[in-house]
């Protein structure tokens, strides 16, 4: 088919981030081309938060189940890991329409099957024969799973994300490299189905967590039976009588890890191979393409936004950020620029974790004079009726009580963590969260108690006391 097209914007890429920015560009009149080589709703949907949410949501019924004696239910679990993938489809099935070819058909883009490259600074072709040149181009390639380099890995069957949710049967014993988000979150619920699950993680398990409140879910993960196997790094990898074996080095000592599968989940790498990034003169580094504060890259044509983007958080939340800043600055020339210290992000394992803004220790590295808050959920009267009392909100202040920073290790911190990201983003004082009313018995009221041990503490401080006795007397 030999087309040739002059779009307004021409989006690489149908996940998160390019469905965000063609259908925000269409609803304003722009003509658009969408153009995906794979699934539409990309890595989230079909190989990434979805499924992996809903095999969570499954694994966790399998748990409640087994737990439930607490609350004088009695229930037998029987995992049918079939019926559990059933589950799984069913739930991106549910979804897909929104991301379907035929519903941003239906909103004025011209999507296109096919795999995008630039063949000069303004010119797409995709393998099909059809020639873009837009007035802007969005790249939003996404990324696949990093496989390290280690020997025999590349000869050994392995699972990555985008076929661990192909699986026929629940694997007898899962070795999971990588003790990120993605290894953790998938460990737990393989372990609620069945499994035996162990994980192996080179450095901290999520590393890029508050380290005490990570140590919080890797405890627990533990008491559930997950084998996490820290600081130490595999040597080597071998598929020997059906099974896969590796070589683990945990400092001086080296053992033998045997599992039923392998899943590899140890990083992800940009999409940019076959991008043709060259021709278009678009700088790059082996983490993504090199982009400004307003997501532009060195070809002012060309934004890119997502796991595509050097430096960037890998999440659908971000992504879709980066589609809106991409609308403001593209569309109408506003003047944008992108601020990672405002994006929460979560590890949906049980207890949840979830993070937003700076940690106590970076807070204390860029120089601040910081107070940190905790408050637990044991003092949570909804949390007690759950019996979810394991974790606690923890927050980062400067002196004077801006917020800088929170994480939440506990059952639901994912929706809780939202209301600090307010903060942060507003530049608001923990005053402002000391203040509002929450309703009786909620998890919510933990985030209000943790602003208010802010104040909980000059109360206590003589000086403060002398003059509310004043005050009194007067
Ligand atoms: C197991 C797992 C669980 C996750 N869970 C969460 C979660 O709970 N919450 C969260 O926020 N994030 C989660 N993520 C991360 C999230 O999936 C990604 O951050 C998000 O999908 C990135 O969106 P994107 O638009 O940048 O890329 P993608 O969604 O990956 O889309 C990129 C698309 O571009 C296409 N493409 C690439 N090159 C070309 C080309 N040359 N021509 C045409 N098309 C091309 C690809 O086929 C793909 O469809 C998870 C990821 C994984 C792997």
């Known amino acids: 088919m ?4 002059k779009p307004d914007i021409c989006v690489i890429g149908a996940g998160s981030g390019g469905l965000s920015v063609a259908a925000a560009a269409a609803a304003f009149g722009v003509s658009v081309v969408l153009v995906e080589k794979d699934r539409m709703g990309g890595d989230c949907l079909n190989y990434g938060c979805v499924p992996s949410k809903a095999l969570i949501a499954a694994a966790k019924r399998a748990k409640d189940s087994a737990t439930a004696a607490v609350f004088g239910v009695d229930a037998e679990p029987k995992v049918e890991f079939n019926r559990t993938y059933r589950h799984v489809r069913k739930v991106i099935a549910a979804i897909a329409p929104n991301d379907s070819a035929p519903r941003f058909a239906g909103l004025g883009v011209r999507v296109i099957a096919g795999a995008a490259r630039f063949t000069d600074p303004a010119t797409v072709t995709i393998d099909n024969g059809i020639t873009v040149q837009a007035r802007r181009f969005v790249i939003a390639a996404g990324s696949s799973p990093a496989i390290p380099s280690i020997p025999g890995l590349a000869q050994t069957p392995h699972l990555t994300n985008e076929t661990v949710f192909d699986l026929s049967e629940l694997p007898s014993h899962l070795v999971v490299l ?3 988000s993605i290894g953790l979150e998938l460990g737990q619920a393989f372990r609620r189905l069945g499994a035996r699950v162990t994980v192996i993680e080179a450095a901290r398990p999520l590393v890029r967590d508050d380290a005490e409140c990570a140590q919080i879910v890797i405890d627990a993960l533990v008491r559930e039976g997950v084998e996490v196997k820290a600081g130490a790094s595999v040597k080597s990898v071998r598929q020997s009588q059906g099974l896969v074996e590796l070589v683990v080095a945990c400092g001086e000592a080296e053992e033998a890890v045997t599992g039923s599968h392998l899943l590899v989940a140890a990083g992800r790498s940009p999409n940019l191979e076959g991008l043709g990034l060259d021709k278009a003169g678009i700088a790059f580094t082996k983490t993504g393409i090199v982009v400004d504060r307003s997501l532009q890259t060195s070809n002012r044509r060309v934004y890119a936004i997502g796991d595509a983007v050097a430096g960037a ?3 659908t939340h971000l992504a879709n950020y980066h589609a809106g800043l991409v609308i403001r600055h593209a569309l109408f020339r506003l003047p944008v620029k992108v601020r990672y210290n405002t994006v929460p992000w979560v590890t949906f394992t049980d207890p949840e974790l979830a993070h937003v803004g700076l940690t106590d220790e970076a807070a204390r590295e860029q ?10 959920y044991c003092e949570n009267d909804r949390a007690q009726a759950e019996r979810a009392t394991g974790g606690h909100v923890k927050v980062v202040t400067s002196a004077r009580g801006r917020v800088l920073g929170a994480t939440i290790v506990g059952a639901h911190a994912g929706e809780l963590i939202a209301l600090w990201a307010l903060a942060i983003n507003q530049g608001l004082n923990i005053r402002a969260m000391a203040e509002i009313v929450v309703p009786y ?6 985030n209000k108690r943790a602003a208010m041990t802010f104040f909980a503490s000059a109360a206590a401080n003589p000086t403060v006391r002398r003059i509310v006795r004043w005050l009194r007397r007067g």
């Open 2 to 5: 030999v087309e040739f097209l």
């Open 313 to 315: 958080m890998m999440f």
């Open 441 to 446: 018995p909620t998890f919510g009221e933990v």
């Open 178 to 180: 990588g003790g990120g």
């Open 367 to 376: 120089g601040y004079r910081i107070r940190v808050m905790r408050s637990p």
